[in-house]
């Protein structure tokens, strides 16, 4: 079992730096790959930015792309993600997944950090 918990959300003005991250626990050794997920009110979840433990190879949405960079800190078993130039539609509770190395599916989640970004 992994558990994860997500910390550093806030409220922060148009333009402004956030750095979130999420601590990893439990059995660690099965994660594959860590996933940055947001949701906002009345839309879908979507998928913000994405990694894999060994070789750090990462994916990002086009709406984040040279805003935001998802990085790991393996030795703490720490995803992180930096946020730069923060807009108004990046508003919304952002998850941090985990993908198991055996199922290939985003099995685990954290509880969510709100990100309120206002203009």
Known sequence: QVQLVESGGG?????????LSCAASGRTFGIYGM?????APGKERESVARITWRGG???????VKGRFTIST????????????????EDTAVYYCAAKDRATVNY???????????SS
Do not use: E, I
């Not at 996933?35 to 949701?39: K, T, Y």
């Not at 190879?57 to 709406?63: G, K, Q």
């Open 73 to 88: 800190d393996n030795a703490k078993n720490t995803v992180y993600l930096q946020m730069t130039n923060l807009k108004p």
């Open 57 to 63: 190879f990462t994916t990002y949405a086009d709406s």
């Open 107 to 117: 099995d685990y989640w954290g509880q969510g950090t709100q990100v309120t970004v």
């Open 35 to 39: 996933g940055w997920f947001r949701q």
């Open 11 to 19: 409220l922060v003005q148009a333009g402004d730096s956030l750095r």
